[in-house]
């Protein structure tokens, strides 16, 4: 079983940044690959970003990249998300997951293959 507490969001307006985390329980943690999720009102959740278990591969999705940037420190059994110059369109409640299949080489895309998920820190941008 795994536990996951985001933070870090907030407010913030066009053009800035914020850093979220996403702190797991477990000693598993560094054997799986993490993603970040957003959701916003009246959409879909959808895929942000993903790293592997070890931070060697990284994905995005094409909204974001150049802009946000997911890391990992296995040590801290957290994961990150840098944020740089946010937009109004990235205004959603972010979540991280964690895909419980060991040694995974690439972190998936889809939703439903994640297997633990926290429970979502609010991003707004403001014009």
């Known amino acids: 079983q795994v536990q996951l507490v985001e933070s870090g969001g907030g407010l913030v307006q066009a053009g800035g940044s914020l850093r979220l985390s996403c702190a797991a329980s477990?000693?598993?943690?560094?054997?799986?690959?993490m993603g970040w999720f957003r959701q916003a009102p009246g959409k879909e959740r959808e895929f942000v970003a993903g790293i592997n278990w070890s931070g060697v591969s990284t994905t995005y999705a094409d909204s974001v990249k150049g802009r946000f940037t997911i890391s990992r420190d296995n040590a801290k059994n957290t994961a990150y998300l840098q944020m740089n110059s946010l937009n109004v369109e990235d205004t959603a409640l972010y979540y991280c997951?964690?895909?419980?299949?060991?040694?995974?080489?690439?972190?998936?895309?889809?939703?439903?293959?994640?297997?633990?998920w926290g429970q979502g820190t609010q991003v707004t941008v403001s014009s």
């Open positions: 997951a964690v895909e419980a299949e060991v040694y995974r080489r690439t972190a998936p895309v889809a939703e439903k293959e994640y297997d633990y």
């Open positions: 477990g000693r598993t943690f560094s054997t799986y690959a």
